[in-house]
């Protein structure tokens, strides 16, 4: 990784291989250093869920529409299949959405939409939204909608764990958010199914990794050698002061709570750690 910033390579120092030629000291240092960026890229995706509760900054959505379809017929042959696939339309071939977030502790989170194209990826909804820790809202035109807290898609990017099931190879190094940041390819294995959206469906996907978090500034999946589909986060500023009535509705007077605080609790995310860890060792 060019300079090894990630996670402090360039400190560490081979063990001893004892007397021997200039050459074969440093191809050993070489591969030394290669093994340990790749076991520090590895601890850096697997804990990084831990490691940042607290962000603000701009979450940018987008995808191509009949590539992202391309990417459903080359994952069919490998077990791909579709759950929810929202694609663009011959008018708007291309879609995107963004949205002002604030991540905070105890899965709480608003995002509040800045813009949107005519046929947006579906990861949230129109207007604002949040969740206390307890209950997940969204604020309709004249009704605040509440139902059991389950999640966001933003845990795409703030736990990278998923990405342990895939190859993965460090390209480089860079910035994002003046922040460090490692350039990774990540090649889904054949051995994996690969199924739900067209997110997931991508064989190859282009990662940007921060350096000392691990969590994801970028996800772009690629289809044919092209992105097809990506999910970002801008100005990240992270640990910031945050107000804990911003993860409140907003309930102005005369507006209806349509409250579902009864039903079942769902929680994708959590159910989606589990089934990645629990693939046997032997396929990593």
Known sequence: MGNG??????????????????????????????????????VLLH???????????????????????????????????????????DEAQESEAVW???QGPGGRYRWDQVSESRSAVHVGRPG???CDGQRAWFVGPDT?????????ALHRLLDPSWVLTHDLDILGDGESSGRAVALVRATARSSRPRS????????????????ERGFLHSDTGLVDGEPYDLM???DVVLDPEVDPATFDPEIRPGMRVDD??????????????RWHFQWPVSRW
């Open 260 to 273: 579902h605080m009864g039903d079942p609790v769902r929680r994708p995310w959590e159910r989606q750690r």
């Open 196 to 211: 739900g959206g067209a997110s997931d469906m991508a064989a190859e996907r282009d990662l940007v990794v921060d350096a």
């Open 128 to 130: 604002t939204q949040g």
């Open 100 to 102: 002002r977030v604030v």
């Open 144 to 152: 605040v909608h509440v139902h059991p807290a389950h999640g966001n």
């Open 5 to 42: 910033r990630l996670n402090g390579v360039s400190d560490r120092r081979p063990p001893s291989s004892g007397t021997g030629p200039d050459r074969g000291t440093t191809v050993a240092t070489d591969r030394y250093r290669l093994v340990m960026q790749y076991v520090d890229l590895l």
């Open 232 to 234: 970002e986060l801008r």
């Open 47 to 89: 804990g990084a869920v831990d490691r940042t509760t607290t962000l603000t900054g701009e979450l940018r959505t987008w995808q191509h529409g009949p590539r992202s379809q391309r990417a459903f017929e080359v994952a069919r042959p490998v077990g791909g299949t579709m759950v929810h696939y929202r694609g663009g339309s």
